[in-house]
Nanobody
C-alpha cells in the first residue's frame, strides 16, 4: 500500500502562487506520479505528471508555462508549483501514484490517490 498526503492548498488571489506537496509513505514502488484536479460539477482532469526515475514531465495545455511539477526522490515527495493562478484553476487537487511510468496523463493509470487539497483562486 502507498499512502499519499497532499498539503499546500488554500485561498489566493488571481495572479498569485501556491506550492502543493504530496508526501508518500508505505510501499512506494511507483514509477510515475501525477496531479489531477476536480472542480465542482466537472470531471477530474489531468494537470501534470512526472516519471519518477527519468524525470520526464507532462502538462495539460491549460497549465503549461504556469505550473511546474517536480519531485524529491530522497524525501519521496511530489510538488506542484502553481504561478499566475486564475479563477478557473479553482478545484480540489489530487496527487496520484502509478506503478507504470507511461500513460501518465490518464487517470486510470494510477493505483493510489491522495485525499485532495482545496485550491481556491479569487478574482
Amino acid at each position: 500500500q502507498v499512502q499519499l498526503v497532499e498539503s499546500g492548498g488554500g485561498l489566493v488571489q488571481a495572479g498569485g502562487s501556491l506550492r502543493l506537496s504530496c508526501a508518500a509513505s508505505g510501499r512506494t514502488f511507483s514509477n510515475g506520479r501525477g496531479w489531477f484536479r476536480q472542480a465542482p460539477g466537472k470531471e477530474r482532469e489531468f494537470v501534470a505528471a512526472i516519471s519518477w526515475i527519468g524525470g520526464t514531465t507532462y502538462y495539460a495545455d491549460s497549465v503549461k508555462g504556469r505550473f511546474t511539477i517536480s519531485r524529491d526522490n530522497a524525501k519521496n515527495t511530489l510538488y506542484l508549483q502553481m504561478n499566475s493562478l486564475k479563477p478557473e484553476d479553482t478545484a480540489v487537487y489530487y496527487c496520484a501514484a502509478a506503478g507504470r511510468g507511461y500513460y501518465l496523463t490518464v487517470s486510470t493509470t494510477y493505483d493510489y490517490w491522495g485525499q485532495g487539497t482545496q485550491v481556491t483562486v479569487s478574482s
